[in-house]
C-alpha cells in the first residue's frame, strides 16, 4: 500500500472514523484511498471553515476526534479560524494538511507556504511526515495527541510523495495516557474556603457541565452557602427541566462587576480567572472585586466531576441540601417578534434531547432563563470568539449524534462568514434547524461602538456596521444549497415555523425578521 492507504487504515484502525475535508490535488491519493479503505466516513465542505468547525463540533458530541482534510498553506489558512475556536474549547481534532511533494517545494510554487508555521498557534503538535514509511506510525502518533489530556489540535502535515510513495503498512495507536484525576490538597483548599462562609463563587466550565457535575454543584452551593456560575462561554452545558440551571458571568462588563462585586473568594473548576473579552477603555481588564482570593481546584483535563463528589463528601452535603430553583413559566408567545417572545417561543420548542448550538450574539443573551424550563439538552457556545462557529459546529454536532435534534441559533451577520454549512448538511441529510436571527446591522459591533467609547457613529461609521444594503435574503440563500426554508414577522409565525421544522429530519431554515 501507499503511505496515504496506510494512513486511512491507520485512522480507521485507531477509532478515527470521519473525516471532514475540503482537498485539492496534493490529497488526491487521499481521496482514492478512501475507495480502497471501509470504514471511513468522508463529509465534504464547501470552505475550510465549514471543515475545521464541523471537527469541534463533533468532538464537543461524541468525545472523540474526527480527522480533517485541508489543501495546503491556503487551505490551512482558511480553517484557522474555528481552529482557535475548536482550541480554546479543548477539542480533540486529527488535523492533516497535504503539502508540496518534498522535492517540489525548493522550487517555490505558488501555493508553497510554511505550513508548520501557519498551524502551530493552534495546534499543540505539529508535524511533517519525511517519508511514506512514516506516514502510518505518525498518524498514530497523532491520534494520541489528539486524545490527551486535555484533548488538543494535533496537526500532521502529508507532503505529495509521502502519500503516494510505498508504505510498510498501518501503525499501532500508542495507549491513551490515564487521565488525570484531581488534586486533594486543591479539594481540600476549596472546602477550607467553603467551610467560612464568606461571600465564595464557585465557577464552572469544561466536563463539569453535565448533569451529574452540575447537581453535585447543587448541593454543594445548598450546604455551604455559595454561589454557582459558569463562564461567559462553555463547550457543552447540561440544561433544561430537572437539571440544575446556573447563570453565566455577563459579557457586558456593566452587567458582570454588579454580579461579582461582593466575592471574596472564586474558586475555579476547569474556568478561567473571569477577564472581560476585551479592553475598554477606563474599564478593568479583570472583572473579580480588588482583594477577591482565586483559588484554582481542578484544571482542564482533570477529572474535574470526581473532584466535585470528593468536595461534596468534605462538606457533608448530600442530595437534599439542593434547594429548589424557581423555573420561568413556558407560554405561548403571540404579537411582534421581541427577544423575549423569541427566547419564549424557541424554549417552548426545544425537544427532548436536543442539542443548542448558540451564536446568536446580541439576541440571544436573554434566553438562558426561559430556555431552563424546557425539555433537557445540551447547549453549546463560542469558546474563542471567532465568528462563523455556529452553522459548522451544528454540522459535526448532527454527524456526531444523528439520532439528536441539533437546533442552530445565529445572526445574520454571523452565518454569512460560513453559511455553506447548508450545504453539507442539505448534502448529508443532517438534522439540523438553524434559526437566523436577522438584524440587519453587525448588532454587537453597534454595542460595541459605544463601549469602547468612540462617540456617535456617522454615516460611514455606519456603512461599515449596517448590512442592509442590498439586503440579504436567507430564504433564497438556503434553498440554493438545498435546504427548506421560510421567513416570519411575528411570534406566532415563529411558533408556527418551529412546530412544523422541528419534528422534520433533515435540514430547514427559518429567517426570523427583526
Known sequence: MNGAESLVRTLVAGGVDVCFTNPGTSEMHFVAALDRVEGMRCVLGLFEGV??????????????????????????????????????????????????????????APLTSDIEGLARPMSAWVRTSPDAKSVAADGAAAIAAARSNP?????????????????????????????????????????????????????????VLTENGLALAAQIAGKSGCKVMGQTYNPRMARGRGRFSIDRIPYVIEQALPILKDFKHIILVES???????????????????????????????????????????????????????????????GALTYPSIAMAIAMAIPENAILVDESITTGRGFFPPTA????????????????????????????????????????????????????????????????????????????????????PGQRALDMLRIDRPTLDFVALAKGMGVAARAVATADELVVALAEAIPERGPRLIEVQM
Open 151 to 207: 484533548p488538543q489540535i494535533a496537526t500532521l502535515i502529508l507532503p505529495a510523495d509521502t502519500a503516494w510513495n510505498e508504505a510498510d503498512g498501518v501503525a499501532q495507536v500508542p495507549q491513551q495516557s490515564q487521565r488525570p484525576t484531581f488534586s486533594p490538597q486543591a479539594v481540600e483548599s476549596a472546602a477550607k474556603v467553603l467551610r467560612k462562609g464568606e461571600p465564595t463563587l464557585l465557577l464552572l466550565t469544561g466536563g
Open 373 to 456: 424550563a424546557a425539555a433537557p439538552h445540551d447547549w453549546l457556545q463560542n469558546m474563542g470568539g471567532s465568528i462563523g462557529f455556529s452553522t459548522p459546529i451544528a454540522t459535526g454536532a448532527a454527524v456526531a449524534c444523528p439520532d439528536r435534534k441539533v437546533i442552530c441559533m445565529v445572526g445574520d451577520g454571523s452565518a454569512m462568514y460560513t453559511l455553506q454549512s447548508l450545504w453539507t448538511q442539505a448534502r448529508e441529510g443532517l438534522n439540523v434547524t438553524t434559526i437566523v436571527f436577522a438584524n440587519r446591522i453587525y448588532q454587537i459591533l453597534r454595542g460595541e461602538f459605544d463601549g469602547v467609547g468612540a462617540g456617535e
Open 51 to 108: 471543515v475545521t468547525g464541523a471537527a469541534d463540533g463533533y468532538f464537543r458530541m461524541k468525545g472523540k476526534p474526527a480527522s480533517t482534510l485541508l489543501h495546503l498553506g491556503p487551505g490551512l489558512a482558511n480553517g484557522l479560524a474555528n481552529l482557535h475556536n475548536a482550541k480554546k474549547a479543548n477539542s480533540g481534532i486529527v488535523n492533516i494538511v497535504g503539502q508540496h511533494a518534498v522535492y517540489h517545494i525548493g522550487y517555490n
Open 272 to 334: 478561567a480567572d473571569p477577564v472581560a473579552f476585551f479592553a475598554y477603555p477606563n474599564k478593568p481588564s479583570q472583572l473579580k472585586p480588588e482583594g477577591c482570593e482565586v483559588h484554582r481546584m481542578t484544571s482542564s483535563g482533570e477529572n474535574s466531576v470526581a473532584a466535585l463528589e470528593a468536595l461534596a463528601s468534605a462538606l457533608g452535603a448530600k442530595p437534599s441540601d439542593a434547594r429548589p430553583q424557581p423555573m420561568v413559566e413556558l407560554k405561548k408567545p403571540t
